[in-house]
């Protein structure tokens, strides 16, 4: 049933994608700020108490939703997983804006290029060069394909299944459903929106938001770097893993984007020109500058792991209904 659900969400989604300002995310923003206003006097406690109150209600009713289905009909159970999935994974949230930078590039538009990215990241990107504008969409890329679609499969599918195993009883039932999916993907979202603001009232609040997704992907990133190895490059990949992916500023990215970057042969990170200057950045990955070839091996690496990880799914479903 995991692997239905997988499949008609992601259908779903190439059909109409969701609108991250959307209804559902707009009230979550509303959710949270309400949370903020009540609970923020500056404390990482206070942190902790906002988080819990801006995401776990919402885990709950998620997954009550879910049994209270199951127990009418197991259909219900699986169209409620699919519905969920469908608004928490997000493909193509980063993939239409990879896909316009990628055409007005291969097209040697640049000046629309540098326009469809700075729309994609909200951001300046006027000084960019066609190599930067490749990097860092390629960057923006393989990272969106993590936090929208397989720290979001991995929270649903395999983690709760592990946790169920090793700490069965309450936990197990508490992630089971779309829970897993649903924590993952509202802890991201606060992290973005407490945890990357540098004012000074957000600076100790916002941090448990920001480490507590950090914990939660830990092993998503691992497992994602690990995909990215096994149908890329796997020695490269392994070896940018291993070598770099410390010295980017967030070491769960770094994983991601170093894996990635060797899987496809490619540089990431070093220079960028903003604001009248040189940004500069740890070199991520290998081999040669990052162009619009790149920008296709990036999309083909994406989609190679999406399959191998709905073939592991599908595979560890029909070894349970064998054992079982």
Request: aromatic share 12%.
């Amino acid at each position: 049933m995991a692997l239905l659900s997988l499949i008609v969400a992601l259908l779903l989604e190439q059909v109409r994608p969701v609108n991250p300002h959307g209804a559902a995310f707009q009230a979550f923003r509303r959710w949270t700020d309400m949370v903020a206003d009540n609970f923020n006097a500056g404390e990482r406690q206070h942190g902790a108490l906002g988080w819990a109150c801006a995401v776990l209600p919402w885990v709950v009713a998620v997954n009550l939703v879910f049994w209270i289905l199951h127990g009418i009909s197991p259909i219900l159970a699986w169209a409620w997983d699919a519905a969920v999935l469908y608004f928490t994974m997000g493909f193509r949230q980063f993939s239409h804006g990879f896909t316009v930078v990628l055409e007005a590039l291969r097209a040697g538009e640049i000046d629309r290029a540098r326009a469809a990215l700075g729309q994609w990241r909200e951001e300046r990107v006027d000084e960019y060069t066609q190599t930067e504008v490749a990097k860092v969409s390629i960057e923006q890329g393989l990272l969106g394909s993590h936090r929208h679609v397989f720290g979001v499969i991995a929270w649903f599918v395999f983690l709760p299944a592990v946790c169920g195993t090793i700490f069965p009883g309450t936990l197990a039932i508490l992630l089971s459903g779309p829970a897993g999916a649903v924590l993952y993907r509202l802890t991201a979202l606060l992290s973005e929106q407490w945890g990357a603001r540098d004012d000074e009232e957000f600076l100790q609040f916002g941090g448990f938001a920001r480490e507590a997704y950090h914990v939660l992907d830990w092993v998503p990133a691992r497992l994602t770097a690990a995909s990215f190895a096994v149908v890329g490059d796997f020695e490269d990949a392994v070896y940018c893993w291993r070598s770099q992916a410390a010295s980017w500023l967030d070491p769960l990215e770094g994983i991601v984007l170093a894996s990635g970057a060797g899987a496809i042969g490619v540089r990431l990170g070093e220079t960028l020109h903003a604001d009248g200057s040189v940004v500069f950045r740890p070199e991520i990955g290998l081999d040669d500058e990052a162009d619009v070839e790149h920008m296709q091996r990036a999309v083909g690496l994406i989609w190679r792991a999406l399959i191998m990880w709905m073939m592991v799914i599908g595979l560890t479903t029909i070894a349970s209904w064998i054992g079982s």
